[in-house]
């Protein structure tokens, strides 16, 4: 399917458990975004990554980590869960004129994780 | 740093009314601006953005945004509302073409019939 997909759509997990989200795009976009979505937060950006190979911080990049061998996939790993990265997840792909905030970022359905 | 703010957490508005969304950015010059809706149980769609050029931005679904820089506000809004307009809306402001865009807290939408 054409577009930015991602899994699990749901996750309960439990606290010190590793567990990765996965984020696939077939449009090739260079750039890619993960964001955590909390009540009374808003959306604020764990990581990015400008191309394959390339990833950098965002907001709230403490405890994750984030891996793109291929341009399509984006994989955030929380590598030992925690209460407080109970969220929804959203990953989103944008194109690569201009950079980062100048195109249309496309967001994915979003993963409901709960860490227990 | 760059921040962007949206003094409504919740707003009601009846069917058919005018519709006004609040967003105000924290930044000395002129900064790239976006609307996003997010539908229940959705990702986030765009509705709309500003780069440069005509302050006033046609957006999709009937939406339009006016940049103002003197009051660094870019406020969203919709002539006559509709019952699938119910949803969140978020403001969001990226500094220049290289930074990362910054999203606001939301405006929740709710419409009476």
């Known amino acids: 399917d054409a577009g930015i997909t991602q899994s699990p759509r749901y996750k309960i997990t439990e606290t010190g458990r590793q567990v990765t989200l996965m984020c696939h795009q077939t449009?090739?976009?260079?750039?890619m975004f993960w964001y955590r979505q909390d009540l009374g937060h808003g959306l604020r950006l764990i990581y990015y990554s400008a191309a394959a190979d390339i990833t950098d911080k965002g907001e709230v990049p403490d405890g994750y980590v984030v891996s793109r061998s291929k341009t399509e996939n984006f994989p955030l790993t929380l590598e030992s869960a925690t209460r407080s990265q109970t969220s929804v997840y959203f990953c989103?792909?944008?194109?690569?004129?201009?950079?980062?905030?100048?195109?249309?970022?496309?967001f994915g359905p979003g993963t409901r994780l709960t860490v227990l | 740093a760059q921040s962007v703010t949206q003094p409504d957490i919740h707003i009601t508005v009846s069917e058919g009314a005018s519709l006004e969304l609040r967003c105000n950015y924290s930044y000395g010059a002129t900064p790239y601006l976006f609307w996003y809706v997010q539908s229940p149980g959705q990702g986030l769609q765009l509705l709309l953005k500003?780069?440069?050029?005509?302050?006033l931005v046609q957006g999709i679904k009937g939406f339009e945004a006016e940049f103002k820089r003197s009051q660094s506000s870019f406020n969203l809004r919709k002539p006559s509302v509709h019952w699938s307009d119910a949803a969140e809306y978020f403001c969001?402001?990226?500094?220049?073409?290289?930074?990362?865009?910054?999203f606001g807290k939301g405006t929740r939408l709710h419409i009476l019939p």
């Open positions: 969001a402001v990226a500094v220049n073409r290289d930074d990362k865009i910054i």
């Open positions: 449009w090739s976009h260079s750039y």
């Open positions: 989103a792909s944008e194109g690569l004129a201009g950079g980062p905030g100048t195109d249309t970022q496309y």
């Open positions: 500003y780069f440069s050029g005509d302050t």
